[in-house]
């Protein structure tokens, strides 16, 4: 217990000295609310689906395999596309009969923090499960499992990649499964982490990192505008649903799972705000074109109605406190297409 209380208060020691280094030239010291976006040290993986590099390439293999759609003209990036932050710059992700679906694709940034609850209205358990969904879907990649097996399973390569990626099966024994698909898709999509942006540079100590609107723009995050209330942490979700006040027709959210819950109705995702001035349309269902118009609608406080979060209100932001927020958010981008698609971060750890 002691030696605990200790290292608690050499940590404190840390961050308030490090707070007065930071502390220069009047400006105000910001180094305890920088602290709480610090980037993880590594990729968290779940036990029952441990991380291994032969299943990572697998399931990369597999992410951009069209024959995993029935008539070989899908794959998970036809909306999920590398190059666009892993989603596809359209207000509803397309349907194969030329109509939309009801959500826009969401960016697969991240995911490996997500806290084991998918989907802009939380449909999917697990990132291992939501595969399912667009491989099945009919008016997605339309693939019966079993076909989807056995199309994998005639094909001399896979069964030698399944093999490599699940040692624990003898070669051949029936090595492709739907499961291991689905579970080396999402060990795949565990290794899509945004890269640094100037942001993470500041919070690591560099004031040159990030202008000073971009400063400005943090402490109206933070404070006036309270965004930090549910975009919190280095990923910029608190995981949870709420309702901001977009127009949805209609759509109920994850409400549609809580019947009885007024704070649920028109709730959804907060999404990640990483790479987020770099990938318009917004929200789940594409409905707001740009950033100013999003900071417009929180400046309004969205659509007054009883489901509405109580961290949602008119905010009476100045021009230039909006101009502000938006330099703030544009230094959230990484270095997107000319930095690595995908990386691993870190040591792989399991999940805490
Ligand atoms: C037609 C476009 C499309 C294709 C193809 C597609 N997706 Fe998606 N994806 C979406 C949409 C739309 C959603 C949001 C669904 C919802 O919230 O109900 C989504 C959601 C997801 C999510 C949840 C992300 C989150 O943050 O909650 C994951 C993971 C995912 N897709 C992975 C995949 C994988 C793996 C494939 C290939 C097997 C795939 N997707 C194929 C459009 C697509
Ligand atoms: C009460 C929680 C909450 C607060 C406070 C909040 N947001 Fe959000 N934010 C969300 C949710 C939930 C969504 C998705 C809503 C939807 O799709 O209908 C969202 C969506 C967004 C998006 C669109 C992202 C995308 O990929 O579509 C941006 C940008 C954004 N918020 C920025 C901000 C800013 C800037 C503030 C402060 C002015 C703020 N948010 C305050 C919860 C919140």
């Known amino acids: 217990m002691a030696w605990k209380f200790m290292g608690g208060k050499a940590a404190l020691l840390t961050i308030l000295l490090g707070g007065l280094a930071f502390a220069t030239h009047g400006e105000p010291d910001r180094s305890l609310a920088l602290a709480e976006y610090r980037r993880p040290a590594a990729i968290p993986f779940p036990d029952d689906n441990p991380y291994r590099a032969a299943k ?3 399931g990369r293999t597999l992410f951009f395999e069209p024959a995993l759609s029935r008539d070989g003209d ?23 009969d030329g109509g939309f679906m009801e959500f826009r694709t969401p960016t697969l940034l991240n995911v490996a923090w997500t806290e084991e609850i998918y989907g802009w209205d939380g ?9 399912r969904t667009p491989l099945t879907a009919p008016g997605n990649m339309n693939m019966p499992p079993e076909e989807m097996v056995r199309r994998l399973a005639a094909d001399p390569n896979y069964v030698k990649a399944f093999a490599g990626a699940f040692p624990e099966t003898a070669a051949g024994d029936g090595a492709v499964t739907a499961e291991r698909i689905e579970q080396a ?17 500041w919070v690591e100590g560099d004031p040159t990192a990030v202008g000073a ?16 209330a549910c975009h919190s942490g280095w990923n910029f979700t608190d995981g949870s649903f709420h309702d901001i006040g977009v127009a949805t027709e209609g759509a109920v959210g994850r ?23 770099r990938r318009p349309p917004y929200m789940h269902d594409g409905s707001i074109t740009n950033l100013s118009a999003v900071i417009d609608l929180y400046d309004r406080g969205g659509i007054d109605r009883p489901s509405r979060s109580r961290d949602i209100r008119p905010l009476h932001l100045t021009a230039r406190e909006k101009a502000d927020l938006i330099a703030f958010l544009e230094t959230l981008n990484d270095a997107g297409a000319d930095g690595p698609a995908y990386r691993v971060i870190g040591p792989v750890a399991p999940r805490p």
Do not use: M, Y
């Open 74 to 96: 899908r794959t998970c990036a036809t909306c999920h596309i590398p190059g666009q932050d892993w989603t596809d710059s359209q207000p509803r992700a397309p349907r194969s």
């Open 213 to 228: 609107a971009a400063k400005r723009g943090f402490d109206v995050f933070t404070g006036k505008a309270n965004c930090a």
């Open 185 to 201: 898709l999402a060990t795949f999509q565990r290794l899509i982490v945004s890269g640094p942006a100037p942001f993470d540079r």
């Open 123 to 131: 449909k999917f358990r697990r990132l291992e499960t939501v595969a």
């Open 255 to 277: 409400g549609r799972f809580f019947p009885g819950s007024t704070a649920l109705r028109h709730a959804f995702k907060t999404p990640t705000l990483r790479n987020v001035a």
């Open 56 to 58: 990572a390439e697998l």
